[in-house]
């Protein structure tokens, strides 16, 4: 989508293609951006796209994109629809010239993708994807000190997602998420492989791979849901991006094992317990002496940061070898 126009220009006119949970979301945060109107919602429930139209004082709903697009002027449309019914719409709405900003993942097939590319510079629209996780307070100060080199040449990236997904065990067990136990990685994981990417992507100066190669996946811990369908509440994803080691770990159910949550509370977090997410990455340049933790305080979830120590001490076994600077979000 352009910049947002002055207070002297028309409104960039935004629509909506999905009335689920999320699109509460979008809404809300196009709201806080200046010049900038939601016009309409689009629904292949129509009954549902009215009601999110009417809950949200949006002007007008729809239950067909091509109505949308003819009816309505629009600069922008946000398509919220889960991963596998995100390429239709998109191209539809490219095609007719307007930009389009997709829920991650961009497509959940590599031809998908590519055919989004294609269309998109086809039709000279903007085609982009949703990452929020990438502009987080401790994110953007993480990427910061890997910009400057403050870290040096990042050697491991450690990701954790630890949070229980409340549809394994209340559905609904018709969702896209749940028809196969690959396509989490595609609902939830996009979170953690958009940080995984964005950090060994080369954007850094002192980062130079572009992609995450020999990687190893590993699914534990089956559920057996309704309608024959298999869950695996716990992931573990091993790759190289260079010579930096990526390891990512999601765990769905409510925590890890007992004697390690406790352990984890006492040593980590304290009494709260363990956070929902937590990212690390180590780095062969020490932290300087005297740096103290930085703290993103906020609402249930929020996010701690903790700039490292450094680890070679003066006239130990470390002298002579480069210090490791840490970072880590939680």
């Not at 796209?49 to 729809?62: K, L, V």
């Not at 028809?179 to 996009?190: G, Y």
């Not at 298999?230 to 080691?245: D, L, N, Q, V």
Request: some cysteine; charged content about 20%.
């Amino acid at each position: 989508m352009n910049a947002p126009k002055s207070s002297s220009s028309p409104a960039l006119a935004v629509g909506i293609v999905g009335a689920g949970y999320i699109a509460d979301y979008h809404v809300s945060a196009l709201r806080a951006v200046p010049g900038v109107e939601v016009r309409a919602v689009c629904d292949l429930r129509a009954s549902a796209a009215a009601r999110f139209a009417e809950a949200q004082g949006i002007p007008a709903s729809y239950g067909d994109l091509a109505e949308m697009l003819r009816s309505e002027k629009l600069d922008a449309v946000h398509v919220l629809t889960p991963p596998n019914a995100h390429v239709a719409p998109a191209l539809q709405i490219l095609d007719a010239g307007v930009d389009v900003l997709l829920e991650k993942p961009l497509a959940h097939t590599l031809a998908g993708c590519e055919a989004l590319e294609s269309a998109a510079r086809a039709s000279g629209a903007r085609c982009g994807t949703s990452h929020n996780f990438l502009f987080t307070k401790p994110y953007e100060r993480l990427m910061a000190d890997v910009s400057s080199g403050r870290l040096g040449h990042l050697d491991q990236i450690d990701i954790v997602w630890n949070k229980e997904l409340g549809q394994v065990k209340g559905g609904p067990f018709s969702a896209f998420m749940l028809a196969h136990p690959s396509h989490i990685l595609f609902e939830v994981a996009p979170h953690s492989f958009a940080h995984a990417l964005h950090l060994t992507s080369g954007l850094a100066p002192n980062t130079s791979a572009t992609e995450i190669t020999d990687l190893s996946v590993d699914a534990r811990d089956e559920v057996a849901l309704p309608r024959g369908l298999r869950f695996f509440r716990r992931w573990e994803i091993r790759g190289w991006a260079g010579k930096t080691s990526v390891r990512i770990r999601f765990c769905f159910d409510a925590g890890y094992p007992r004697a390690l949550r406790a352990r984890a509370r006492q040593q980590r977090h304290g009494p709260r317990g363990l956070r929902e997410q937590y990212l690390r990455a180590a780095g062969t340049h020490a932290v300087p002496a005297g740096h103290r933790p930085l703290r993103e305080r906020g609402p249930r979830g929020a996010e701690r940061a903790d700039a490292g120590r450094r680890h070679a001490r003066p006239g130990g076994a470390g002298q002579g070898r480069a210090a490791r600077g840490r970072w880590a979000v939680r």
